[in-house]
């Protein structure tokens, strides 16, 4: 194990660094931490231990007491984060490891330093693949861990990736290094233990050597995924649009790709979303859907909204505005933050044929005899007179190419019958063209976007 520790650092050239430790006082971190007390004087490092206390078990306190007598003992520096303010939920583990990482990097900062060292080896390996393969994953996810990767901006260093669990606690026997055991580790509650202790111990009873089979595995996968990800970016880069609270795309282009390639784009332009690939599957349906307009709320936090070949995705959930507003004057009438309607005196009474049936649809010409009138929320069911008869406003919309996110909030401007005189910035009613008097202008002015 020594050897291959070794290698592992020459490989990464630490001499001189400062490391931040990863121990959580169990059989793996501190055979790590043992590990790099070792090679700490030839090398000239400075080691940081980070210890998280979950305050989940009584034998937190207990362990985290162990590891100040620990590190004082060895003149190591310890730093520690209580994590008592998270909420015990079926997200835990997810949760408790971001806090780990923010943690870690926080540390890197403190100390001047870009190398995290974790204690992760080959059985968690095959756990992570197998875990990601029953989840379903990218190209790059179904790769599992790697002896030395980038985190943000700081080096995730696993040098006992080569090393079985025995492999650990054999050494710690030989070289009496103390250590606790965790009983949530033999917890059935967790897909992780499950798999731990069905799935990988009879990988290893097949082959003693099935932990460094899934390592060669794992990198086969990311030279696979790296000219995967040369593709996926040189097709970002030439088609996706990126605004601060989403992105866009053509669907046509996105469609016509290599179904393979296409999934991995859409798994790194939402990455942040942390989708499973059955999630990727419905937003690919989404894109294929022979639908002109679709909006569709992805794990009830973001919008994907098609509108013929464009794909817009929101970084948020797409709501609708209700509006319903009284316009009984003349005067300016707050709508929404971006949008204001505007009702004046018309100063010239007789209007042309072509301003009478003018389609520009910024504005509209009423009487005032027609006083009150409603701006409200488009509704189901909503009709507006034309020439050739009455026509349902939302095929209105679909006859003038509306997309989905301007359609979902669609105002109509209605007389005291609830009639539609307008439906704004889109088209007039039949009924204003026959009225003879014209002494009042409405005007949209803003974004009904």
């Known amino acids: 194990m020594m050897n291959g520790f070794l290698e592992n650092i020459k490989s990464l050239q630490l001499n001189n660094k400062t490391i931040i430790v990863g121990v959580s006082t169990g059989v793996d971190s501190m055979v790590l931490l043992d590990l790099f007390m070792k090679v700490k004087d030839e090398l000239n490092l ?59 990097t926080s540390l890197c900062q403190k100390y001047g330093t870009d190398v995290i060292s974790l204690a992760h080896h080959g059985c968690d390996q095959i756990e992570t693949i197998l875990m990601r393969i029953l989840r379903g994953s990218s190209l790059k996810g179904y790769s599992g861990m790697s002896v030395v990767s980038l985190y943000k901006k700081y080096t995730l260093f696993r040098p006992l990736l080569t090393c079985t669990k025995d492999e650990i606690y054999s050494y710690a026997h030989q070289n009496n290094i103390p ?113 002109a307009n679709i909006i569709s709320n992805i794990k009830n936090t973001f919008s994907i909204v098609k509108e013929y070949d464009k794909i817009t995705i929101l970084d948020h959930i797409l709501e609708k505005k209700d509006v319903n507003i009284l316009i009984d004057k ?79 909030n669609i105002l109509v401007l209605t007389d005291k019958d609830d009639d539609v005189l307008w439906v704004c910035g889109v088209k007039k009613s039949e009924k204003i063209k026959n009225k003879d008097c014209f002494d009042i202008k409405i005007t949209l002015k803003g974004n009904n976007k």
């Open 330 to 408: 003349v005067g300016i009438y707050r709508v929404m933050d971006t949008l204001n309607i505007i009702v004046s005196k018309n100063e010239s009474i007789t209007l042309t044929k072509k301003e009478k049936i003018c389609y520009n649809n910024e504005c509209i010409y009423l009487s005032s005899v027609s006083f009150p009138l409603t701006l409200r929320s488009r509704r189901d069911g909503d009709k507006i007179s034309l020439s050739r008869g009455a026509k349902k406003v939302k095929d209105v919309l679909i006859d003038e190419k509306i997309g989905a996110i301007q359609r979902q």
């Open 179 to 291: 250590y606790f055991e965790d009983a949530s580790n033999q917890s059935s509650d967790y897909t992780r233990n499950r798999l731990r202790h069905g799935a990988v111990s009879a990988l290893l009873e097949e082959s003693s050597i099935a932990h460094t089979k899934f390592l060669e595995f794992s990198e086969v996968i990311k030279k696979a995924s790296i000219f995967i990800d040369n593709k996926r970016d040189e097709f970002i880069k030439e088609n996706v649009c990126f605004y601060s609270d989403g992105l866009s795309f053509s669907a046509s282009k996105i469609n016509s790709i290599d179904p393979f390639l296409k999934d991995e784009v859409l798994f790194e332009l939402l990455k942040k979303h942390s989708l499973s690939k059955s999630q990727i599957d419905e937003v690919s349906k989404i894109l294929t859907s022979s639908k």
């Open 46 to 104: 400075k080691i940081v231990i980070s210890h998280i206390n979950h305050k989940k078990r009584k034998e937190s306190d207990d362990e985290e007491a162990f590891l100040k007598e620990f590190a004082s003992k060895n003149d190591l520096i310890l730093e520690v984060k209580h994590l008592d303010n998270l909420s015990i939920s079926d997200n835990f583990q997810s949760e408790a490891r971001a806090f780990r990482y923010e943690f870690y």
